[in-house]
C-alpha cells in the first residue's frame, strides 16, 4: 500500500510563486513514476507534469516554462515548483503514483489558488 501526502497549496497572488511537495511512504515508491495532476471547479482533472523514476519529465503545454517537477528518491519526495503563476492555475493539485498501468494511487488534494 501507498500513501501520498501533499503539501504547499496556498493563496498566492497572480505572477507569485508556490512550491508543492509530496510526500510518499509505502513499498516500491521510487521505483515508480509520480505526478502531479490538477483539477478546477467544473473541469475534468488534468495532467500537469510527470516523471519517471530516472528523471525523465513531461509537462502540460500550459505550464511549460513555468512549472518545474522533480523527486528526491533519498527522502520518497516529489516536488511542483511553481513560477509566474496565472488565476487559471486555479485547482486543487493531486499527487499521483503509478505502481502498474492499472494501479495507480491519489493523494488528498492540496488547494491552489491565484487571485488579487
Known amino acids: 500500500q501507498v500513501q501520498l501526502v501533499e503539501s504547499g497549496g496556498g493563496l498566492v497572488q497572480p505572477g507569485g510563486s508556490l512550491r508543492l511537495s509530496c510526500a510518499a511512504s509505502?513499498?516500491?515508491?521510487?521505483?515508480?513514476?509520480m505526478g502531479w495532476y490538477r483539477q478546477a471547479p467544473g473541469k475534468q482533472r488534468e495532467m500537469v507534469a510527470t516523471?519517471?523514476?530516472?528523471?525523465?519529465?513531461n509537462y502540460a503545454d500550459s505550464v511549460k516554462g513555468r512549472f518545474t517537477i522533480s523527486r528526491d528518491n533519498a527522502k520518497n519526495t516529489m516536488y511542483l515548483q511553481m513560477n509566474s503563476l496565472k488565476p487559471e492555475d486555479t485547482a486543487v493539485y493531486y499527487c499521483?503514483?503509478?505502481?502498474?498501468?492499472?494501479?495507480?494511487?491519489w493523494g488528498q488534494g492540496t488547494q491552489v489558488t491565484v487571485s488579487s
Open positions: 516523471i519517471t523514476t530516472s528523471g525523465s519529465t
Open positions: 509505502g513499498s516500491g515508491v521510487s521505483a515508480s513514476p
Open positions: 499521483n503514483l503509478r505502481r502498474t498501468p492499472t494501479i495507480t494511487y
